[in-house]
C-alpha cells in the first residue's frame, strides 16, 4: 500500500522512483521498480560504508549471512557510488559458492540456480561498483518481468550540479527534468525531505509502504523478510512475482 501526501497533479501522470543502486536487492525494491513509470539511478552521491550498496542477507543454518563486495575504499572518503571502484573480480565466486551451500535444499534450487550463477559471473566482469548493480538490477528486473525504463541520474542533469544540491533539491530537480507528477520515495525519507516543495511544483509525494508481504517456505529458522531477493527466487522460483506486491495505482 502506498500511502500519498500532497495534491494530484493535473499533468499526464508519470511516477517516477529515485533511488541508490543496491547488491541483489531485497523483494521491496523491485517492488518499487515495478511500481514506476520510471526508474532513476542515484548514484553520483556518496558512497556509504557498511551500507546495502556492496552488501546484502542470504540465510544459513547459522543465521543470517552478508554477502559483501569487496571495494576499494582506503583514502576514498567522499567517492560516490559510481565512483567506487571492485577491489577483486574473483567475488562472484565466493558469493555463489555460498548460495550454492545454504540453498541447495531450496525447492527451485535446480530451476533457477544456472541462470542467478551466470547472471552473478557477467556482473563480475564489470569494475565499478554502480555498472555491476545496474547489471543485476536490470537482469533481476527481467526474470521478473518488469518492464520500468531504467536510466541514471547523470543522463538526466550534469553530475556537479547535482553535488552541489542539497537533497532534497537533487530530488525535486530530477523528477521536474522528466516531467514527473508523482515521486515514490521509501519512508525513511520523511526524515530529511521537504514535501512541501515537490507540491509547490504540483509533483505528489507517495511514502512506500513494505508491510502486509506474505510469507513464503523459507529454509533456515524463523522467517525474515529483509534478506535478498535470491532468497525469494531460489525457494519459490517462477512463483516469486505472486509473492510480491502489485504496482502502485
Known amino acids: 500500500m502506498l500511502a500519498t501526501s500532497g495534491r494530484v497533479a493535473q499533468r499526464p501522470p508519470k511516477t517516477v522512483v529515485i533511488t541508490q543502486s ?8 523491485f517492488d518499487l521498480i515495478r511500481s514506476a513509470d520510471e526508474l532513476v539511478i542515484l548514484d553520483s552521491v556518496q558512497y556509504t560504508r557498511r551500507d546495502w550498496r556492496n552488501r546484502n542477507i542470504i540465510k544459513t543454518p ?9 571495494v576499494e575504499v582506503k583514502g ?10 571492485i577491489s577483486d573480480p574473483k567475488w562472484a565466486e565466493a558469493h555463489i559458492r555460498s548460495i550454492e551451500l545454504n540453498y541447495k535444499r531450496a525447492a527451485c534450487f535446480k530451476e533457477m540456480a544456472p541462470w542467478l550463477f551466470e547472471t552473478l559471473t557477467a556482473a563480475a566482469t564489470k569494475p565499478m561498483l554502480s555498472e555491476m548493480n545496474e547489471h543485476l538490477i536490470r537482469s533481476i528486473c527481467e526474470k521478473l518481468e518488469i518492464s520500468t525504463p531504467i536510466r541514471r541520474c547523470t543522463e538526466i542533469l550534469d553530475r556537479e550540479a547535482m553535488q552541489r544540491m542539497e537533497p532534497t533539491e537533487r530530488l525535486l530537480e530530477l523528477c521536474r527534468t522528466i516531467s514527473a507528477t508523482r515521486y515514490i520515495s521509501g519512508p525513511a525519507a520523511k526524515d530529511y525531505l521537504d514535501v512541501t516543495r515537490f507540491n509547490d511544483h504540483e509533483i505528489e509525494v507517495i511514502w512506500a509502504d513494505y508491510s502486509g508481504y506474505p510469507e513464503y517456505s523459507q529454509l533456515w529458522g524463523a522467517f525474515d ?19 510480491m506486491k502489485p504496482p502502485a495505482p
Open 225 to 243: 523478510h529483509r534478506v535478498s531477493i535470491v532468497d525469494l527466487l531460489l525457494n519459490t522460483g517462477d512463483a516469486t512475482t505472486r509473492l
Open 76 to 85: 576514498r572518503y567522499h567517492q560516490a557510488i559510481d565512483e567506487t571502484r
Open 22 to 29: 543496491n547488491y541483489i536487492p531485497w523483494k521491496g525494491y
Open 62 to 70: 547459522n543465521g543470517p549471512l552478508w554477502l559483501t563486495v569487496p
